[in-house]
């Protein structure tokens, strides 16, 4: 095993997901000579590259470089940073960001079953889903998507 795999802090990083993929691309002095900055930190590394841009003037290409990013990724950090704050800096958690399986069709499908029988639970809306759409799809999944979709179109015409 090899030492970086070993170090605790690397695997707290990664587990936040703010493990640096290219520690060795920062070049910023602090980084370099203090024990206190980590290049391997991402989110510290974003932080002070944008600190240096806002209290201590340099340019926006010259700290990009020097922290390992290029210009579009120093936009990309500045603007996650003033929406955000600080945590705005984290990654966003990886996965779908909505209900992919469950299209405008299918939802209207299942509002209709609904509809005609009030009585469905969401397993067997979920049931339907699988036999009308050959989808698998979780009961909280349904639930989930019915309760986001537009009220207005939750009473669809027949």
């Known amino acids: 095993m090899t030492q970086e795999h070993q170090d605790p802090k690397v695997e707290s990083l990664r587990r936040a997901r703010v493990l640096n993929p290219r520690p060795e691309a920062v070049r910023a002095t602090e980084f370099v000579v203090s024990e206190f900055f980590d290049a391997r930190?991402?989110?510290?590394?974003?932080?002070e590259m944008l600190r240096k841009v806002t209290h201590e003037g340099a340019?926006?290409?010259?700290?990009?470089?020097?922290f390992g990013f290029s210009r579009?990724?120093?936009y990309e950090t500045r603007s996650a940073y003033e929406e955000g704050g600080i945590p705005g800096l984290l990654p966003k958690k990886p996965g779908p960001k909505r209900a992919h399986?469950?299209?405008?069709?299918?939802?209207e499908r299942l509002i209709l079953a609904k509809v005609a029988n009030p009585s469905l639970s969401s397993a067997d809306l979920a049931q339907l889903a699988r036999d009308d759409f050959g989808l698998?799809?979780?009961?909280?999944?349904?639930e989930r998507a019915l309760a986001r979709y537009p009220k207005d179109r939750q009473e669809p015409t027949l």
Not at 101 to 107: A, F, G, P, Q, Y
């Open 59 to 66: 340019s926006i290409s010259e700290a990009a470089s020097t």
């Open 101 to 107: 399986k469950l299209s405008e069709e299918v939802i």
């Open 41 to 47: 930190d991402l989110l510290q590394v974003k932080y």
């Open 72 to 74: 579009p990724s120093f």
């Open 136 to 142: 698998r799809v979780h009961s909280r999944s349904v």
